[in-house]
Structures are given as structure tokens and as C-alpha cells.
């Protein structure tokens, strides 16, 4: 059964940065789309950015577009997401998750974190 850990979480001021980090361990070959998404409290899980483990492909929601980037290392299995220009709706348990299928929709993810929770002060 895989497993995916999440760290680099915490607390910090609009316009500040953070990077957090997905170790993935035992990965199975059918963990083909890696993920992360965010749920703040007294909302749905939504989907921020996408990325495979062997191509360049990564997609990213409108609202993190130009301040996330996702990035992962193969070698390592470890999949990041650098946070520059946060803004307090950033505010949210970062989940990172794996799946079978290159999409958006939290249903398509088999494999999912604990979350790292992320707080942005005004």
C-alpha cells in the first residue's frame, strides 16, 4: 500500500513563501498522476496543481496560477509545491495525492496524505 507524508507546513505572513514536500513511499506503477489539493475549514477539498512523474506536464488552478509551482523528483519520489506571494485565502490543509488518472477531481485520487495544514496572517 503506498504512502504519502507531507510536510513544510506552518504559519506565515501575506506575501511570505513556503514549499511543501510529498515523500511517496512504496509507489505502485498505477500512481501515474501526482497532486495537490487544499480544504479550508467549512469548504470542499479543491484541486490547486498536477504534475506526472516522467513528463513536464503540470496544471495548476486559476486562483495559484504564476505564485505555485509543483515540481517532483523521480529518484526521490517526492513531489513539492513552492508557494511564493501567499495570500491569506491560501489558508488550508494542503493534501497531497496520487492517482491512476490525470485529473482535477478529488474521486480520481486513490492515494492521499494526512495534510499539512498552511496559515496565511493578513
Known amino acids: 500500500q503506498a504512502q504519502l507524508v507531507e510536510s513544510g507546513g506552518g504559519l506565515v505572513q501575506a506575501g511570505g513563501s513556503l514549499r511543501l514536500s510529498c515523500t511517496v513511499s512504496k509507489r505502485t506503477p498505477s500512481m501515474v498522476a501526482m497532486a495537490w489539493f487544499r480544504q479550508a475549514p467549512g469548504k470542499e477539498r479543491e484541486f490547486v496543481a498536477r504534475i506526472t512523474w516522467n513528463s513536464p506536464n503540470t496544471v495548476y488552478a486559476e486562483a495559484v496560477k504564476g505564485r505555485f509551482t509543483i515540481t517532483s523528483d523521480n529518484a526521490k519520489a517526492v513531489v513539492y509545491l513552492q508557494m511564493n506571494s501567499l495570500k491569506p485565502e491560501d489558508t488550508a490543509v494542503y493534501y497531497c495525492?496520487?492517482?491512476?488518472?490525470?485529473?482535477?477531481?478529488?474521486?480520481?485520487?486513490?492515494?492521499w496524505g494526512q495534510g499539512t495544514q498552511v496559515t496565511v496572517s493578513s
Open positions: 495525492a496520487g492517482g491512476r488518472i490525470w485529473s482535477a477531481e478529488v474521486p480520481d485520487y486513490d492515494y
